[in-house]
Each structure stands twice: as C-alpha cells, then as structure tokens.
C-alpha cells in the first residue's frame, strides 16, 4: 500500500498545533522530528540516555510528517495547511519560513520505522514510561508506564508530557479522584494511578485518543481505576450522556468534584474553560495546567487568578510551564 507523505519544515513551538491540524484533516498517522545537534541541552538528571541519531535539522526547528491513504486530492490539504500554520501568529506562536513538500511512500516505510527510537525513558524519581515491544527491568521503586501511543499524541518525549508527569509526581499524595483533560494517549492518568491516584476520569474530543487511551489503559491493567469518555470537562459537569465514548447513562468512575484536575493542551484552550475547572474541584483541589509556551505564561497566571484559582507553584522545562494552581 502507498501513502501521499505531506511535510513540514517548521519551528519546535508549532508542533502541537500542526500535529492537531493533521489529525483533523484524518491523517493515518503523524511523525515528528526534532533536531538532533549535540548542542541541545538534554535533561539528564534521572539518568535517561538518548539513543537519538543526529541529525540536519537546526536548532528549534522539527519535521513533522503526515500520511494519508493513496487516492487522497493533495493539494486541497496543503492549501488548508497553509492557512492554518498562517493563522497561528494570531496566538503568538511562530511557525518560522516553514516549507511543506510532498511525496508517496511505501507503507513499511513509515508505519513501523520511528519505533526504533522510541526507547524506555526515564521521566521522573519514580516513573519510567516504556514501549510495549521493548524489554525493560525496572529498578527498586520504578514504575512503569507501558504505552503504544498509536496515533494519539503523547509518548512522554515532548517537554510538556514530561513535565507534567513531573509535576504530577510531585502533587499527588495518595488516593487522588483526578480528572485529565485531553487525555491523548492516556499518559497523564496513567501515571497518576501509578503515583497512588485512586481513579481517573480521562477525557478527550478525538476518537482516535479515546481509542488510544482506552488500550493503554488495558495494557497497564488498569482499566478498574482509569475509565475514558469521549466527552470535554464541560459535557460532564452537565452529565452529557451522549458525549460518553457510546455509553450513554454510564455512570462516571469519579465523584464530581474531584481532587485533582491535569489538562496538557494549548495556554488558549486552558484560558477557555477555567471556570469549568474551578467548578470541578474541591475546596482545596489542585488544578495542574500545562503545554504553556513561556510567551503565553503571564496570560494563564492572569486567568487563573481571576477565575479564584491560588497559583501554588510552577515547574518549568525548556521554554514549558507547568502551574500548579488551588481552588481556596
């Protein structure tokens, strides 16, 4: 089988949003490629390795590649691409002089290729995430995050996952009802139950995450304590059975509100529903909010403030912020 392979030569900051245009276009699958200089700085604290080859691409720059079936009208994609990557400097993100080319590919040469760098990394004291087909001791007090991301985002590799698997470590104490919102690959309440999280409520727009998220789930034996819905914050604090990944009248695995509310999506997504998330929390609940680029830091404080929230603290990794934000 033959693909039309569209690419991006675009900045690192873009990537989220042009990997999310991707998907909404149907994409079959998604690759993305940061550079590989020596002189980017690696977060090496916890001992993680890259096994990365070097590459050409310069620094703060990605590739990021979509796939779609033999067959598909090309041109109408890349003109919609276009407009969208333009539209982005509307919300302060810089996509840079980005190019897209196309090509048709084999299927074997991409579906299964980027595998062999995805490797076992260990992201904080205690987590450590690890592909399903690689082979992977862990040590005293490791815990592991078996994850086929698929085509969802969310692989532990990008700054903001990681960051938010550190900030999460470092938030939740014990017996936690969480509510992750933009679940993806369903990463973030994995971890959380792996941190000592009691349930996860994880929500996501995208059948493709839901779908992704809901077999990671399985493959971690967790399917007791992490239940996922097709559905936004919103479709559940109004009890949008028909918004509940085809489940309708299934009751939520979580009491609402809960103790803990994690959201790593875009600062313009986060700023649109505060309020949804101060009314899902507890007196005393802790809203993590991240995948918030450094230009976009002092508009989410801003908004967190006048929706009630207290900002706790914040955590930061390359040019990300995590905030760690209480409902007083």
Known sequence: MKWNEITISTSEQSIEMITNFLHEMDADGVSIEESG??????????GQWYEHP????????????????????VEPLIEQ??????????FGIEPGDYEITTAMVDEEDWANAWKQYFKPLRVSSRLTIKP???????GPDERIIELDPGMAFGTGTHPTTALCLRTLEAV????????DVGTGSGILAIGACRLGANRVLALDLDPVAVSSAAENTRLNGLEDQIQVHLSDLLGVLRSDSSADNGSAGQALNVTVPVDL??????????????????QALKPGGIYIASGIYMNKEEDVEQG????????????????WIAFVARRP
């Open 37 to 46: 200089t020596l002189n980017r700085p690696r977060d090496t604290s916890l």
């Open 261 to 278: 509310v994690v959201a790593n999506i875009l600062a313009e997504i986060i700023l649109l529903f505060l309020g949804d998330v101060y």
């Open 81 to 90: 691409l276009r407009i969208s990557i333009d539209q982005l400097r509307e």
């Open 132 to 138: 399903t087909w690689e082979d992977y001791t862990p």
């Open 54 to 73: 070097l590459n050409d691409i310069p620094e703060g720059q990605a590739v990021i590649k979509g796939y779609f079936l033999e067959g598909t009208a």
């Open 304 to 319: 967190l403030l006048e929706a009630g929230f207290e900002v706790v603290d914040r955590y930061r990794e390359d040019n």
């Open 172 to 179: 939740i104490k014990g017996g936690e009802e969480v509510i």
